[in-house]
């Protein structure tokens, strides 16, 4: 029996997913989580084989959740599931840890095989995911995202950031102080040629890393 637990902050599909699962034999779905922040907490009292990762989500997200996830419970497998098909994240999910990589709108059969996948051992992607790996390591830079050029922390601190944290509170969820999350800061803009929140968060809408409405 394989024992699931999905991470989703948007209800409909966290309780369509958990649905589909339920009807699936050799599948037990253990509980469900809305943000990182519960799925660490969550995946501490149910200890599951198997993690379905959204990855953009309010507080820490898929990201820095699967990281500390992976440092806990280094045997969890964390597939992440997402409508987030840019090649960045798959890159930066994969460096974290994470044992697959599926978009929502590839259906669900993507999402058991990529169960069945990860628990046999192996990593899995969905194909376009693959494919635009495969482009880019052929193309080289290309017209990549101006956010590969953060590093790991930076991404999860700029995505924070552009969601409206403010300081206290990124330093509180990295165990950092503010002083650190404002170094942090400080290289994102410089590194993404920007001078403001504002402009970070009209940049990551643009990269398809924020939806538009958390803008405000």
Known sequence: MTRILVVDDHDLVRMGIVRMLSDVRGYQVLGEAKSG??????????SPDVILMDVKMPGIGGLEATRKLLHAQPGVKIIAV???DDSLYPSRLLQAGARGYVTKGTGFTDITTAIDTVMSGRQFMSSNIAQQLALQNISGNGDRSPFERLSQRELETAMLIAGGQKAQAIADTFSVSP????SYRYRIFEK????????????????????????V
């Open 192 to 215: 993404l040629g920007i001078n403001s929140d504002v402009e970070l968060a009209l940049l990551a809408v643009k990269y398809n890393y924020l939806d538009p409405e958390a803008v």
């Open 37 to 46: 922040e519960e799925a660490v907490r969550k995946a501490r009292e149910l």
């Open 179 to 182: 002083k650190t999350v404002n």
């Open 82 to 84: 997402t409508a987030c």
